[in-house]
């Protein structure tokens, strides 16, 4: 069974934190992905990776950084959390091939306080 | 620039029944791919369904179905004998393969999908 795991469910963290949304998944993928998703926004791209260290910006970067120190693994950081970062995290995954399926994570609701 | 439209916020169906929820979609690509995904209230967001723009047949996945139009750019999905369990979001999205940013979905707003006993 595909699995991508992130690490927390829910998250609550002082403004000027610096905060680390860690993903996991067991199924080799190259491409891994962070999206937030708001009411009214729908999903946005924050980063992705295609491969180990490697990664490239998505539609909104700005406040936020990616390690991929190891294929299995994409972290999101918060430099400073702020609270207009108060959303729900994705993370997803995705194998080479170009129609191969984005499969995502459970989520983590993070609230900056 | 590509888009996903999804015109119904919310929608209510009589369990048993069939139901289509609607997607629209925009790119000036040939080739590309259209997916949906049910999204529960604990928040994961389950894959359903693809389809790609070549395909002649629409997809199908059990209860799943896809109703695509390719001249009318929409792609429908339609679930039939409605169950409580499928009171979700259900999101449309697109990918295009010659979009440079290595597999980036678009996705519409959403529709709730609400099943009554």
């Known amino acids: 069974d595909v699995k991508v795991t992130q690490s927390s469910r829910y998250l609550v963290k002082r403004t000027g934190e610096k905060v680390f949304l860690e993903c996991v998944q067991d199924?080799?993928?190259?491409?891994m992905f962070w999206y937030r998703q708001d009411p009214g926004l729908g999903l946005r791209l924050i980063y992705f990776?295609?491969?180990?260290?490697?990664?490239e910006k998505g539609d909104i970067p700005e406040g936020y950084s990616v390690s991929r120190e190891k294929k299995e693994r994409f972290s999101l950081i918060l430099e400073s959390a702020s609270t207009n970062q108060t959303s729900m995290y994705l993370c997803?995954?995705?194998?080479?091939?170009?129609?191969?399926?984005?499969?995502f994570g459970a989520g983590t609701r993070l609230s900056v306080l | 620039a590509q888009k996903i439209t999804q015109t119904q916020p919310g929608m209510f169906v009589q369990e048993k029944e069939a139901v289509t929820l609607d997607c629209t979609y925009d790119?000036?690509?040939?080739?590309?791919?259209l997916f949906w995904y049910k999204q529960p209230s604990s928040g994961e967001m389950i894959f359903l369904i693809y389809?790609?723009?070549?395909?002649?047949q629409n997809a199908t996945e059990g209860r799943y179905s896809l109703n695509f139009q390719k001249a009318r750019k929409s792609a429908n999905l339609v679930i039939s004998a409605s169950q409580l369990g499928d009171s979700a979001m259900y999101f449309c999205?697109?990918?295009?393969?010659?979009?440079?940013?290595?597999?980036?979905?678009?996705f519409g707003q959403g529709t709730e999908l609400s099943v009554k006993p």
């Open positions: 990776s295609y491969d180990v260290k490697m990664k």
């Open positions: 999205a697109m990918r295009e393969l010659s979009y440079n940013q290595g597999g980036k979905l678009i």
């Open positions: 389809q790609g723009s070549y395909d002649e």
């Open positions: 790119t000036s690509d040939q080739s590309y791919g």
């Open positions: 997803a995954s995705r194998g080479g091939g170009s129609w191969n399926i984005q499969y």
């Open positions: 199924m080799d993928h190259e491409n």
